[in-house]
């Protein structure tokens, strides 16, 4: 593993880490619903679920996934779903009498929401597999093979944890806990929409 391929994983998964997305609303949902606990649980499992698809692709077998188009699309379609149905709980959200924050999720559903909304993303399986394809050759070694992929995990799992620390900060989390209803919605409503997008997507083959 050479100090530039590194440099050159790091970079990349950075910007696909930090892309808006439904992983993004979904960390920000947690954390304002359920505080700082649920956001860094969200963000370990989100994680873990590409930590998954980062070694499998490292090690060649996302390749059998990405060649299957009945396992793609089987996963394409679930995950489509997963979001719809976040979605809209999302947008079915009701504010109680006081205007108070509806009750937080568990950290039970935080764990699985965050690993099943990276899980359920065969795209993630692409991204690295178009990624170490040009970094990864015939010599290079298992150790580096299991660095890179151990790279993107740690570079993934951080960028959520701040964000799940920043969107818990107290010194304006209570202002946005008095809104979390209207945040609730207009986060069911981003959800349903990047469903849709991944519908779309999904009908037109891309």
């Known amino acids: 593993m050479t100090y530039a391929t590194w440099l050159t994983i790091v970079t990349i998964c950075v910007l696909g880490a930090m892309s808006p997305g439904p992983s993004l609303a979904l960390v920000m949902k947690q954390t304002m619903a359920g505080g700082r606990r649920n956001g860094v649980i969200t963000a370990l499992s989100h994680g873990l679920g590409v930590g998954i698809y980062a070694f499998l692709s490292i090690l060649g077998l996302a390749a059998v996934i990405t060649a299957s188009p009945t396992a793609f699309a089987i996963l394409q379609w679930g995950g489509a779903g997963y979001l719809a149905w976040l979605g809209v709980k ?18 039970k559903s935080a764990a699985r929401d965050g690993f099943l909304i990276a899980f359920l993303n065969p795209k993630i399986a692409v991204f690295f597999l178009a990624l170490f394809s040009q970094v990864v050759g015939t010599d290079t070694s298992l150790l580096a093979k299991f660095g890179y992929a151990a790279t993107a995990l740690a570079i993934d799992t951080g960028w959520y944890l701040m964000v799940a620390w920043l969107f818990s900060n107290p010194r304006w989390l209570e202002a946005l806990k008095q809104r979390a209803v209207w945040f609730e919605r207009i986060f069911g409503a981003v959800l349903v929409g990047l469903a849709g997008r991944l519908v779309v997507g999904i009908v037109n083959g891309r």
Do not use: F, V
Request: charged content about 15%.
């Open 90 to 107: 999302g947008l079915m959200s009701k504010a109680n009498n006081n205007e108070e924050m509806p009750p937080a999720p568990t950290t």
